[in-house]
């Protein structure tokens, strides 16, 4: 799906793309390490054919790791990666997805407002601590949170 929106267009990634992802979580200080494995379940922001953001879903049945949420240094602080959130919740929505979670050391005060609340890392799903992120690619300092749809 395709959706446009002030001259950024909000694409699924296919792989072809994953070099200019790669390079935005990097410059962003976000994990590589198995978002490659779950590009079906991303989505980039692309203005003037140059990648701007991404977010991601990692799918685990009926739940889901959010993560990669980046936004190119450029475009920060536009709302771009609140339409970015909104718009990968709403994907989770479509696939049926009941409850989201992640794993933040920069933003825990930027996902309240889309109804996510700090649970104790323990307490998260366990298909969803099977994922690289939770077995020790996100620090131990992470913050955990979760949505539930």
Not at 3 to 10: A, D, E, G, P, V
Not at 115 to 126: C, E, L, S, V
Request: hydrophobic share 45%.
């Amino acid at each position: 799906m395709v959706l446009m929106m002030n001259k950024i267009i909000f694409r699924n990634a296919i792989s072809s793309d994953w070099n200019h992802i790669a390079q935005l979580l990097q410059e962003a200080k976000l994990p590589l390490d198995g978002a490659r494995d779950h590009l079906d379940h991303f989505v980039l922001a692309i203005k003037d054919e140059t990648l701007i953001g991404c977010a991601g879903l990692e799918v685990y049945g009926e739940y889901a790791l959010l993560r990669s949420v980046a936004v190119s240094a450029g475009e920060r602080g536009k709302g771009l990666g609140i339409k970015l959130t909104r718009e990968i919740l709403e994907r989770a929505k479509e696939k049926h997805l009941r409850h989201i979670v992640l794993l933040t050391e920069t933003a825990p005060n930027f996902f309240p407002k889309f109804g996510f609340r700090i649970i104790k890392r323990d307490d998260a799903p366990a298909l969803v601590k099977e994922s690289v992120e939770f077995k020790g690619v996100c620090c131990e300092s992470a913050v955990t949170m979760r949505l539930d749809f």
